[in-house]
């Protein structure tokens, strides 16, 4: 029998000096609520489920109108809350793993992909609020057409999809500033 | 006579080691076209100078135009590039002054300002080119409304806007970078 063998009691091992795993304290070194910490994990779940929530309900408010596959943009609208619907849902589902595992996810490339993929759906999300609001303005103001047209409907999701962009451009910036300065 | 009293010739003192003049060469911390090297000055030079053409093109387009003030978001647009073609003329008269006296703009607090002037000012232009692009395609592909419409000057016009949003995009881009690395 070979009791002078490594390793007997894996769970008394020392723990491991992994990079990834951070204490639950405040880090002096990180800023709160920065991506990286746990801290910024609840926070950026928090931001995730308003996005989800804005953009799954301009995307309803949206598609329960009958005429909005006539206008363009209204079409454009509805594609990106999809997306966005989508993206925040993967990312929140992922944010909630780290925080069930307590694990911050401080890779570099990962850090890169969530800062891409936040700036291409908020500009696609934010494109498609600017000119649903365009066509919203020109009926409503410009040509007095309300009464014809479902202009509530389509002010509220305008109005819901531009509170998911302002809910996005937070993750953005904060991932991206997490990135250049990581 | 105090012969060994120091700095009796400042001129032939050290050079200072002043943070704030770097030496021309490259330096190996800074990436090239960043906007604290010189590289990066003419860099940022010639997109101030793409974002104020493709401005002042988008906003001349659009004023040439008899029936503009009718749409609120052609207003919109107009405004937005008046406001830029101001920016980008201020940030580019500050790098070709830069650019003369050979001094980089190292100061945190400068590319902070740089960096929320250029993000409120491509959101701005971006917002208009996208409502004004939202309105030319109603009016384009959904109405057919061309014959009685300045179409092609609104498609120009919406055309140029994005393009100095383009332009200007980069621009933040690296000066929020910059921010948050530095």
Known sequence: MFVSSPAVHPVEAP??????EQPRGVLMKDL?????T???????????LAQFVFAGIALSVMASTDDFPSVTSFCF???AAILQCMWCFSLAILDIYALLVKRCLRNRWAICLF??????????????ACASSG???LIDNDLDLCSENHCV?????TAMAF?????LSPSFLLNFWSMASG
Chains 1, 2 share one sequence.
Not at 15 to 20: A, F, G, H, S, Y
Not at 32 to 36: E, K, V
Not at 39 to 46: A, C, D, E, Q, R
Not at 163 to 167: C, T
């Open 15 to 20: 723990p491991p000096t992994d990079p990834v």
């Open 32 to 36: 709160p609520g920065m991506p990286g």
């Open 38 to 48: 746990l801290g910024g994990l609840g926070l950026g779940l928090g931001l995730r």
């Open 77 to 79: 609208l509805v594609a």
């Open 115 to 128: 800062a891409v993929g936040d700036g291409i759906t908020a500009t696609l999300t934010f494109s498609a």
């Open 135 to 137: 066509i919203t303005v």
């Open 153 to 157: 409907s389509f002010e509220s999701a």
């Open 163 to 167: 509170l998911s962009w302002f809910a």
